[in-house]
């Protein structure tokens, strides 16, 4: 599924088959390209599992939405060069397939470490 960022939040479509929906969140987006593939296949009786689906965020896209998270603290924490993890946000470069991984292991690591944090009122 190929996800791509609208004005009211998240769209997903196959290139292989009819199958599209949007959501307003990621996770949304997430379970509902499931129902939406399920639905698809559902008169030839195949059963689609969440491991059956892969997503390809647009990195651009992906970065101008989390203005939150920082290009070049991602960069320091997944040892990639700051100027060509800009690259990549800016669209002028594509990763490859690897260095994609990378990057988006390193979202889901501070995404990890950020709700671990508990916050205490004085």
Do not use: C, W
Not at 28 to 50: G, M, T, V, W
């Amino acid at each position: 599924m190929i996800v791509e960022k609208t004005a009211t939040g998240f769209s997903a479509f196959s290139a292989e088959y009819p199958v599209y929906t949007t959501a307003a969140t990621i996770t949304e987006l997430i379970d509902n390209s499931f129902q939406a593939a399920n639905l698809y296949f559902s008169k030839s009786k195949i059963r689609i599992h969440p491991s059956n689906l892969n997503f390809e965020f647009d990195l651009k896209q992906f970065f101008k939405y989390y203005r939150v998270i920082n290009a070049n603290f991602l960069a320091e924490q997944i040892g990639m060069n700051p100027t060509l993890l800009s690259q990549y946000v800016s669209g002028y470069k594509k990763p490859s397939e690897a260095q994609t991984k990378r990057i988006f292991t390193g979202i889901n690591k501070i995404g990890r470490e950020l709700s671990d944090i508990k916050l205490f009122l004085k």
